[in-house]
Each structure stands twice: as C-alpha cells, then as structure tokens.
C-alpha cells in the first residue's frame, strides 16, 4: 500500500511548454526546478512528467527513442536527478510517463529489428504482406494517428504494426525478452528516485493472437483485438511482482474506451495491478469518444458519468479525478464560458477537486488558460490535427473551416506554452509554439497578486481537501437541482460537503441546505439565486 497516495493533488508537465530555464524557447528541466517553490506553494504533493525520453517528436516524447535517458532539450539525467532530490526535499513526488505500448522508430531496438535474423526482429510485430508481392496489409486495421496500421519495408519484404503514429511502431509484448527489458526500464527510474509511472494506453500492450480483422471504422479498425486482452493483465501482474512491489511504486493507468467494469478488474481487490486507473467518459459530454466529433454539450452526460463512477468505485479504489491533460481543449473553453471566464473556472475546479479520488491538476488549468486562435493550418504540428485534416478534406470541408474547427477541438489548446508573464510572448523567449495572445491578462503573476484569482481558489481547494477528508474519501450522491445545476453531496465520518455549480448565464432557483457552513463561493456577494456559473460549497455535521 503507498503511503497517503490518494491524499495526493497530483500536477501534469507536459515539459516543452511548462517553463523555459535556458532561454531557447522549449521548456526544460531548469524551468521546472525554477518553479518547484511556485508548485509547493500551491499544495502540489506530486509531479506527472509527460516523456522527458529522447525523441524525435512525432508525437512529443510519446515516441520514445531511449528509454533510459533525457531529452537533450530539457536537459539530462543529472538535471533529472536534480530535479527528483529538490522536489523531495519539498515533499513532492514525481511520477514519470511510461509509454509500454511502442517505441520511436528511432529507437535503437526498431533500428535493429530491420537487419534480418536479429534478435530486435521479434520485439516489434512485423509480419508478411498479401498479394502476390505481398505488399497488401496483413489485416485491415487503422491506426488511432495517421491512416492504416502498417507500415511496409522494402527491405525486408514485411510490414511493422503501429496502432498511432507511422513513428510509433508497436512493441512485441508476447515477447518475453521484451517484459524484461521492460522491468530493466522501471529499475532504472525507480533506482533514480521516480515514486511511480503514469502507464500510456496500458491496455493496448496485447494483441490477440492471429491479428484477425476488425469491424470497419473510420479510425482504430480492429481495435478490439487489443484492449484490454485478458494478457493485459498477466504483463502487469508480472510487472507488479518482479519490481513495482520491491520499490512501493505508484502506478495510474490510462487507456482509451475505460470502464468501471474494466477499471475495476486492474485497480481493485488483493490481485489488483495498477493503483488508479484514468479514464475519459466525463470528457466525452461534448463529443462522441474523442474532442474532434463534437456536439452539443450535455450536462446531464457529465453528472450521470461522475455519479456512475463515483459510485462503482467508491470503497473499492479511488478515482483518479481530472479536467484537462495534454489530450484535450482548455476546460473553460470545453464545459465553461469565455465570457464567465473566472466564475466558471472556478466552479469546474470545485466540481471535480472536492470528489473522492485523487484531482490531477493540468498545467495552466490553475490560471484558466484557454484555447488560443491560430490563423494557419502550417501553425498546428501535432500529428493528430493533420491527420484529421486529411479526413475532412475527404469530406469536401475547407482549410479555413478546418482552422476554425481546430482552434476548438485539438489537443494543441493545452500545449501552448504557460503564460507565466504578461510580457511578450509570456515571458518565454521565441517560444516553440506560438503563446495564447491573452496572456497580457492571464498570467501566474498577475494571479498570484490578485487574492481573488483564480490561482487562489485553487490553493485554497487543495488546502480544505487535504484538511477534510470528506473531501478525499466521501460517499458522493447526486442532488437534485434543475437542468442546469450541478450539485452533489459527500458522507464521511459523520461530516457532510454539499456542491452546487451553475452551467448558466442566468440566475437560478436555489435553496441552500439547512445548518450548512458556506465554505467556497466564486462571487464576492451572495444573493438569494446562483448568480452565472456561480459554485457554493457548504459543509455541516450531520
């Protein structure tokens, strides 16, 4: 059992845009030791790095071309190791991504692979073609990234799987020399001083034997043929035995189309493999299965998602609780309101914050960063945005559309870079990525002078959880409160929270709960109504 793991507020960094310690204008491992104390001071008690591997960025370090080492442009491992001794000296543990599913095709494993009779061969999943030379698809999957999921070598006559990106070839984990290395990876972090790995698309790793086809889809054909295969589970039990369990390792898992069903059979009971699991159902009350198929928001889709998991999982395991990460549009932007910009930001921080679980908190979330407004499609780069563009011109939609369209659902929205300034450019020096023009208004140093920011309520949320644990380990049951009101209560030990949030721009009927302390509110004045987007947090002793 880890330690008080789920009384940890746990904070992404996504490193090339969080702070930029040398000047070059990609973030680095000197702009996060600059900004531990500014971490502390808000009540972080662990750090999540996105990879900081060395890759050649098709998709930003989720194409991992060394396992064992540090991104040349965020530093290197004695950085690194600085990095981890400085944050424990703060009481902050770190958690580094471990992205098990593929490699880089720069890796020096893929590399190999392709030279015949190496040993390399049989740690990715290449197999012979169709037709008569063989140049056909083994099967008729579709990559998650970038068109279908093999890549042909000329070569060596065969073709490689990769279920995201052309530079993503999936690994072989039916191969046991592929398991230990594997175990050799975690030895080196966790020996380093790593408390635990947040595990990519985890349930990706098994393929189903025989790599039959799929049901045709749009994207990801085949993908029930690995997820969640029942293999899945007996790679991370060994995992779990051979080394995580030696060190007291944190694990949290993520993985597309999660369950409570699914989530349960890896986070709970005695044989229970990973210690929290994400997954992305409260994300999808403004789309279906990704942020790029949108549609109306729902909110009575975001409270059905949080009373179903609140309530499966609820003395069993503990949620891992979140409102943005790297994979999605700014949340004012997604379930808020530009106009009620602080009000709703606000709010949606209280909603998730003060649930069960343990609250993950997304770089720039805590300032109310929102999406930005390229003008250009050559401004995107992310792989995913391109590759969407590429099926909208199949449907005979613009690029001017098509940028518009993005500037509202594409994962870039939360990479720009963090607007810790109101300087040019936030104060970064010729950022890699253009910076939200905005920043002139929201920005960490006009927040922390302002005690009315929102910056502020978010210190003080995770204050009031870690000093009540109805907060962290409360029974959570939905109240009833009109179309657009959000509102729940927490049980635990005989204390009772009470949340009430508005998705309106208009005043609504509310009736507070009787010998309720107000604890939280997002208005300066309480009026008889919720004011816009107002958010009430009562507490009382039942």
């Given at each position: 059992m880890?330690?008080?793991?789920?009384?940890?507020?746990?904070?992404?960094?996504?490193?090339r845009?969080?702070?930029?310690?040398?000047?070059?204008?990609?973030?680095?491992l000197?702009?996060v030791?600059?900004?531990?104390d500014?971490?502390?001071w808000?009540?972080?008690?662990?750090?999540?790095f996105?990879?900081?591997?060395?890759?050649?960025?098709?998709?930003y370090?989720?194409?991992?071309?060394?396992?064992?080492?540090i991104?040349?442009e965020?530093?290197d491992?004695?950085?690194?190791?600085?990095v981890?001794?400085?944050?424990?000296?703060?009481?902050?543990?770190?958690i580094?991504?471990?992205?098990?599913?593929?490699?880089?095709?720069?890796?020096?494993?893929?590399k190999?692979?392709k030279?015949p009779g190496?040993?390399?061969?049989?740690?990715?999943?290449?197999?012979?073609g169709?037709g008569?030379?063989?140049?056909?698809?083994?099967?008729?999957?579709?990559?998650?990234f970038?068109?279908g999921?093999w890549e042909?070598n000329?070569?060596?006559?065969?073709h490689?799987?990769?279920v995201?990106?052309?530079?993503q070839?999936?690994?072989?984990?039916?191969?046991?020399?592929?398991?230990?290395?594997?175990?050799?990876?975690?030895?080196?972090?966790l020996?380093?001083?790593?408390d635990?790995f947040?595990?990519d698309?985890?349930?990706y790793?098994?393929?189903?034997?025989?790599?039959?086809?799929?049901?045709p889809?749009?994207i990801?054909?085949?993908?029930?043929?690995?997820?969640?295969?029942?293999?899945?589970?007996?790679?991370l039990?060994?995992f779990?035995?051979?080394?995580?369990d030696?060190y007291?390792?944190?694990?949290?898992?993520?993985?597309p189309m999660?369950?409570?069903?699914?989530?349960?059979?890896?986070i709970?009971?005695?044989?229970?493999?990973l210690?929290?699991?994400?997954h992305?159902?409260?994300?999808?009350?403004d789309?279906?299965?990704n942020?790029?198929?949108?549609?109306?928001?729902?909110?009575?889709k975001?409270?059905?998602?949080?009373?179903h998991?609140?309530?499966?999982?609820?003395?069993?395991?503990?949620?891992a609780n979140?409102?943005?990460?790297?994979?999605?549009?700014?949340?004012?932007?997604?379930y808020?309101?530009r106009?009620y910009?602080?009000?709703?930001?606000?709010?949606?921080?209280?909603?998730?914050?003060?649930?069960s679980?343990?609250?993950?908190?997304?770089?720039?979330q805590?300032n109310?960063?929102?999406?930005?407004?390229?003008q250009?499609?050559?401004?995107?780069?992310?792989v995913?945005?391109?590759?969407n563009y590429?099926?909208?011109?199949k449907?005979?939609?613009s690029?001017?559309?098509?940028v518009?369209?993005?500037?509202?659902?594409?994962r870039?929205?939360?990479?720009?870079?963090?607007?810790?300034?109101a300087?040019?450019d936030?104060?970064?020096a010729t950022?890699?990525?253009?910076v939200?023009?905005?920043c002139s208004e929201i920005?960490?140093?006009?927040a922390?002078?302002?005690?009315n920011?929102?910056l502020h309520w978010?210190?003080?949320?995770?204050?009031?959880?870690?000093?009540?644990?109805?907060?962290?380990?409360?029974?959570?049951?939905?109240?009833?409160?009109?179309?657009k009101v959000?509102?729940?209560?927490?049980e635990h030990e005989?204390?009772?929270?009470?949340?009430v949030?508005?998705?309106?721009?208009?005043?609504?009927?509310?009736t507070?709960p009787?010998?309720?302390?107000?604890?939280?509110?997002?208005?300066?004045t309480v009026?008889?109504?919720?004011?816009?987007?107002?958010?009430r947090?009562?507490?009382?002793e039942?």
């Open positions: 880890k330690t008080n793991y789920e009384q940890w507020a746990v904070y992404q960094i996504w490193p845009s969080f702070a930029d310690g040398n000047g070059d204008g990609i973030g680095d000197h702009g030791l600059a900004k531990l500014y971490l502390k808000l009540g972080i008690d662990a750090i999540w996105s990879p900081l591997y060395p890759s050649p960025n098709a998709d370090g989720y194409d991992c071309a060394d396992y064992k080492n991104n040349p965020y530093g491992l004695e950085l690194f190791k600085q981890i001794d400085e944050a424990h000296k703060r009481n902050i543990k770190i580094i991504d471990l992205v098990l599913n593929h490699t880089s095709d720069q890796h020096e494993w893929f190999q692979s030279i190496s040993k390399y061969h049989d740690y990715y999943i290449w197999r012979k169709k008569k030379d063989g140049k056909k698809p083994p099967n008729n999957w579709l990559s998650m970038e068109g999921a042909y000329e070569d060596l006559g065969e490689y799987l990769h995201f990106a052309k530079g070839p999936d690994l072989n984990m039916a191969n046991p020399a592929v398991r230990e290395e594997v175990k050799d990876i975690m030895r080196f972090w020996d380093m001083g790593v635990g947040r595990e698309v985890i349930t790793i098994a393929k189903r034997e025989g790599l039959p086809n799929g049901f889809l749009p990801a054909t085949g993908c029930k043929h690995y997820t969640s295969l029942p293999k899945v589970k007996d790679y039990r060994e779990k035995h051979d080394v995580l030696k007291n390792a944190f694990t949290v898992g993520e993985a999660m369950t409570t069903k699914v989530a349960k059979d890896y709970t009971g005695d044989d229970h493999v210690d929290v699991m994400f992305f159902q409260h994300m999808e009350a789309c279906i299965m942020d790029w198929v949108a549609t109306p928001f729902r909110l009575g975001l409270k059905r998602v949080f009373k998991w609140q309530r499966e999982l609820h003395g069993q395991a503990f949620n979140y409102m943005e990460n790297h994979d999605h549009p700014r949340v004012v932007d997604k808020g309101s106009k910009r602080v009000q709703s930001a606000k709010m949606l921080a209280a909603l998730y914050i003060l649930q679980g343990m609250p993950f908190i997304y770089q720039g805590e109310g960063m929102t999406n930005i407004e390229l250009r499609l050559d401004q995107f780069k992310d995913v945005t391109f590759n590429n099926l909208a011109k449907f005979g939609l690029e001017k559309f098509f518009k369209y993005a500037n509202r659902r594409s870039e929205n939360s990479r720009t870079p963090m607007q810790w300034t300087e040019k936030a104060g970064w950022p890699w990525f253009p939200n023009e905005n920005n960490v140093a006009a922390e002078a302002d005690p920011s929102i978010y210190r003080a949320l995770l204050k009031f959880r870690k000093e009540n644990p109805v907060a962290i380990y409360g029974k959570y049951t939905p109240l009833r409160a009109g179309r959000f509102a729940y209560e927490s005989g204390k009772r929270l009470v949340f949030g508005s998705f309106s721009d208009k005043p609504k009927a509310f507070p009787a010998g309720g302390e107000l604890v939280f509110c997002n208005y300066n009026q008889q109504k919720l004011q816009p987007w107002e958010c947090v009562y507490v009382m039942n």
